[in-house]
């Protein structure tokens, strides 16, 4: 193991509803959905029509601009819906379960004895490239890329984040060959990000053929950004790939068993829910399978993910593709008598406004009040008390604001996603939506550089 890297700017968010290791299996619920608006850049090509029988694993749609990249189906049974948005952009493709759970074939082989082409072709085949991600952009990788490195956090760090020592304890096997699949497909290494105090198990450090980094400190300690930026700093034109390491596993099923495996283990967490613990679902689950009568009455929030960088959704939604928590906590719709006025002893605040400075470890109940409304945009140095990159964050959000390319690629827009700047968002006194704000900003290079 080497040396171990220090985040010391950063924000550890204590917050009650922390997932019990119990581990409880859902399931083939009735419907299912996989949504192109999960991946950044998309533009859904459908193959099939409502009233189509598929297996797990048949394509449904392609990328337009890179047909190779499939969509396959979690479960198989019939199309049921397809539900557009505006323009007629495709929003979901629902498929209604059946109980065959009948699999498509593919190569079943050991990675180390298949050429780089070979293993590229089964993942995309099977529809578990979209798990590949990029930077810069965070979006879906471009198979016809060598990356210089390929990244694998093996652990969350943000508020309530499920533990993928746990999630994977079963599938180590799996998550080795899926390691090897990636050492093959890249000219680099495959670095495994591990934590001093959230990989205390010790599960991952037996993988063989990757490069081990240790990290200790506070969120954002987990985010591929920081990581990155700790590592090695990518330079314009170079691309590193990432993946989570539940995705690790399914690519090692892959080759393993020749299926595609679309389950996969959530942490059902929040204050508002009865009893926060794991859950073994399949992939496009919608909510109403996953919380049922678990979450206390009253008016609540559903985010698919975590409080930071999630999803609102409604009960009636699907569970987001790269989403590996479901997250509930009280909607904040109600009027505060004095507002910050009172002590604040269960409030949450990065500085001494609220005597809950005094145990700064306590577990609270938050909502999702923004207590104020957007206001100027101004230089206030609190940036840089929670962002750990070597970047200057309020330099590059208004040279994205005023679009200036060249002032953003010189500032650190490759290395950058929304994820990065989750926590100065939640400390931002302007209330601007700063993650969408640099999505704004990536978009920008994208359409420049395309």
Not at 150 to 155: A, L, P
Not at 222 to 235: E, F
Not at 344 to 349: E, I, P, Q, W
Request: charged letters at 25%; one cysteine or more; glycine letters at 8%.
């Amino acid at each position: 193991m080497s040396k171990v890297i220090k985040i010391k700017k950063g924000l550890d968010i204590h917050l009650k509803g922390r997932a019990e290791k119990v581990l409880v299996d859902l399931g083939i619920s009735a419907n299912y959905a996989v949504k192109p608006t999960d991946f950044e850049g998309l533009t859904p090509k459908l193959m099939v029509k409502a009233g189509h029988e598929v297996k797990i694993g048949t394509p449904l749609f392609y990328d337009k601009y890179k047909p190779e990249i499939l969509f396959t189906s979690p479960v198989s049974g019939t199309v049921s819906e397809i539900n557009r948005g505006e323009r007629r952009r495709i929003l979901e493709v629902i498929i209604k379960a059946d109980e065959k759970s009948e699999y498509e074939a593919f190569t079943k082989a050991n990675p180390k004895d298949l050429q780089k082409d070979e293993i590229k072709e089964n993942i995309l085949k099977s529809g578990l490239w979209p798990a590949i991600r990029q930077r810069p952009y965070a979006i879906i990788a471009n198979p016809s890329d060598t990356p210089i490195s390929i990244f694998i956090s093996g652990f969350d760090s943000a508020p309530l984040a499920p533990d993928y020592e746990f999630a994977l304890n079963d599938d180590m096997n799996d998550f080795q060959t899926g390691v090897d699949a990636l050492k093959k497909i890249t000219d680099g290494n495959v670095n495994l990000i591990l934590h001093q105090e959230l990989n205390a198990g010790g599960l991952f450090k037996s993988v063989k053929n990757v490069e081990f980094h240790e990290f200790s400190g506070p969120h954002p300690a987990s985010t591929i950004g920081v990581q990155i930026n700790n590592i090695k700093a990518l330079n314009k034109g170079e691309i590193v790939w990432y993946v989570n390491p539940i995705d690790v596993a399914k690519i090692g099923k892959l080759f393993n068993e020749g299926i595609f495996d679309s389950t996969k283990i959530i942490a059902l967490t929040g204050s508002e829910v009865k009893m926060p613990q794991y859950f073994k679902i399949t992939d496009g689950a919608d909510l109403l399978s996953i919380v049922r009568d678990n979450v206390k009455s009253g008016d609540v929030r559903y985010i698919s993910g975590n409080v930071l960088t999630g999803e609102k959704l409604e009960k009636t939604n699907f569970l987001s593709y790269y989403d590996y928590q479901l997250t509930i906590i009280p909607e904040g719709n109600q009027p505060e008598f004095l507002g910050w006025g009172t002590p604040g002893f269960g409030k949450f605040s990065m500085t001494r406004t609220f005597f809950s400075w005094l145990n700064p470890k306590k577990e609270m109940t938050l909502d999702s009040n923004l207590h104020g409304g957007e206001r100027p945009f101004v230089v206030t140095g609190e940036f840089e008390k929670v962002f750990p990159m070597d970047i200057y964050p309020m330099q590059l959000l208004k040279a994205i604001i005023i679009e200036d390319i060249d002032l953003m690629e010189q500032l650190g827009i490759y290395e950058v996603a929304e994820e990065d700047f989750a926590l100065c968002e939640v400390i931002n006194t302007s209330k601007i939506e700063i993650q969408k704000l640099v999505r704004q900003g990536i978009n920008v290079m994208i359409k420049e550089f395309s």
